[in-house]
C-alpha cells in the first residue's frame, strides 16, 4: 500500500503522519499518568488533584490566586507534544474552575493562570480555553496498561466534581474515540480506493465502515447508564461553558498579564462535543456539505479548536475524496454500500440529538451561565443538531 494519496494537488497521508492510529483514533498518544511536567509544575498539579476538594469550599478563586507562575519560557522551549498537553489538560481544569466555580462567574483570569494557559495554547496552535482534547482526547488513562482502551479499562485523570457519573460521561466518550479509530483508517483506504476506481474495494470497506459505525452508537447508547443527566448538567456541565455568545459573560474573558491581549475581553467558545473530529473526517470522506447560514459559520469556527494536525487530516481528506463522485456514477452496489455507510454516521447524528435533548434541553437552570436553550460552544445547539443530521442524510445517493 502506498503511504500517500495524491488528488486534486492535495496529498493525503497515512493515519501515523497526522498523530493518529486505527487503535486510538484522535486520542492522545501518550497517556497522562505517564507524562511528567516539571518540578515547578508540582503545585499546579496537586492543586488538579484537589480540585474537586477545593470547588466544594466554595471559594476556589481563594486557592487558586495563591498558585505559583512556573517558568513559563524554559518550559516552552524545551517541552514536547505531551507535556504541552498535560499542562493544558491542567490549565484547563483549573481555568474552567476559576471562572465558574463560584456563585458568580468571574470576568478575569489573573495572571498566574492566564499567562501559562495562553503559552501552552499558543505552542499547541489552539484557542487559550478547555476544549474537547483537554476535557476528554487526552484525560483518560487504561488501569490496566496492557488492555485495550474500552470503557471498562479506563479511569479519567483529571476531575470537576469527581465520582462516577463524570467519570461515566467523560468515558464513555473515550471509548467512541478509540471505537472510531478503524473508521479513520477505512477513510484514508477508501479515499484511496475510489482514486484508483476500485469499486470492489471500496463497496467491501464501505461496508466495514458501516459496522464500526454501529459498534460506536452501541457504546453511545449506555451514556445514560453510565452518567445521570440530571448530575451531568448541574454538577458538570456548569463547568465547561466558554466566554462567547454567553449572556453570563457578554464581552469575554480579561487574560490578566497577556500583553498581546491589552486586558481586552477575548471571547471564547466553550468545551462541545462538537469539537470531536470524527464526524466531520467522516463528511470529509462523503463530502457532505452543510448549507451556508450562522450554523455553518459557528462549525467552521469551531474547527479552529481542534489540534492542528487533526484539523489536517480533516482538510487533507475532504480535498483529496474523489468517492461521492465515483460512487454516483459507479454500480448500485457501490451506491448502496455508500449510503449505508452514510445513513451509519446519520444514526449517531440522531443518538446525538437524543442525548442532547435528555442531558441539557429538558434540564432547568440552577446556575449563571448554565442556559439549557444554548450549547456549551454558544449556539441554539438542538437546532444545529438537527439541521446537520438532517442534512447528512438529504445527501445520500
Request: hydrophobic share 45%; charged share 20%.
Amino acid at each position: 500500500m502506498t503511504d500517500v494519496l495524491h488528488a486534486n494537488d492535495t496529498t493525503l497521508h497515512d493515519l501515523a503522519h497526522y498523530g493518529l492510529s486505527a487503535d486510538r483514533g484522535f486520542l492522545s498518544l501518550h497517556e497522562i499518568d505517564e507524562v511528567a511536567l516539571p518540578p515547578d509544575f508540582v503545585e499546579i498539579e496537586a492543586a488538579g488533584g484537589w480540585l474537586p476538594d477545593l470547588l466544594t469550599t466554595g471559594r476556589v478563586r481563594h486557592w487558586l490566586d495563591k498558585l505559583p507562575t512556573p517558568d513559563m519560557q524554559r518550559f516552552l522551549a524545551g517541552a514536547g507534544e505531551a507535556e504541552l498537553i498535560a499542562a493544558m489538560v491542567r490549565y484547563s481544569f483549573l481555568t474552567q474552575a476559576y471562572v465558574w466555580g463560584e456563585a458568580d462567574p468571574s470576568h478575569r483570569l489573573p495572571a498566574n493562570l492566564a499567562v501559562p494557559f495562553v503559552g501552552i495554547a499558543d505552542a499547541l496552535g489552539v484557542p487559550p480555553v478547555m476544549n474537547y482534547a483537554g476535557y476528554v482526547l487526552d484525560n483518560w488513562v487504561r488501569i490496566d496498561k496492557a488492555g485495550p482502551i474500552v470503557f471498562e479499562n479506563l479511569a479519567m485523570h483529571q476531575h470537576f466534581a469527581g465520582g462516577r457519573d463524570e467519570a461515566g460521561f467523560v468515558l464513555t466518550h473515550v471509548a467512541i474515540e478509540a471505537a472510531a479509530g478503524p473508521a479513520l483508517d477505512l477513510a484514508v483506504d477508501i479515499a484511496r480506493a475510489a482514486e484508483a476506481r476500485d469499486a470492489m474495494a471500496a463497496e467491501a470497506m464501505l461496508h466495514d465502515l458501516a459496522m464500526v459505525w454501529r459498534a460506536i452508537c452501541a457504546i453511545f447508547d449506555r451514556m445514560t447508564e453510565r452518567c445521570d443527566p440530571v448530575f451531568y448538567f448541574n454538577r458538570i456541565r456548569p463547568y465547561l461553558n466558554g466566554w462567547q455568545d454567553n449572556p453570563a459573560i457578554p464581552e469575554g474573558m480579561v487574560y490578566e498579564g497577556v500583553g498581546r491581549f491589552a486586558e481586552r475581553p477575548i471571547a471564547m467558545r466553550g468545551q462541545t462535543g462538537s469539537q470531536s473530529s470524527i464526524v466531520p473526517a467522516m463528511d470529509a470522506l462523503f463530502g457532505v456539505t452543510h448549507e451556508r447560514d450562522e450554523l455553518r459559520a459557528f462549525l467552521e469556527d469551531l474547527h479552529r479548536y481542534r489540534l492542528p494536525r487533526h484539523r489536517a487530516f480533516i482538510e487533507d481528506l475532504a480535498a483529496a475524496s474523489t468517492l461521492r463522485a465515483f460512487a454516483r456514477n459507479t454500480g448500485s452496489g457501490l451506491k448502496d454500500a455508500f449510503n449505508t455507510a452514510i445513513q451509519a454516521v446519520a444514526e449517531f447524528r440522531t443518538m446525538h440529538l437524543r442525548f442532547a435533548a435528555t442531558y441539557i434541553a429538558n434540564q432547568a437552570p440552577t446556575s449563571a451561565g448554565n442556559d439549557p436553550n444554548v450549547g456549551t460552544g454558544g449556539t441554539p445547539f438542538m437546532k444545529y443538531l438537527k439541521k446537520h443530521r438532517n442534512e447528512t442524510e438529504r445527501q445520500m445517493l
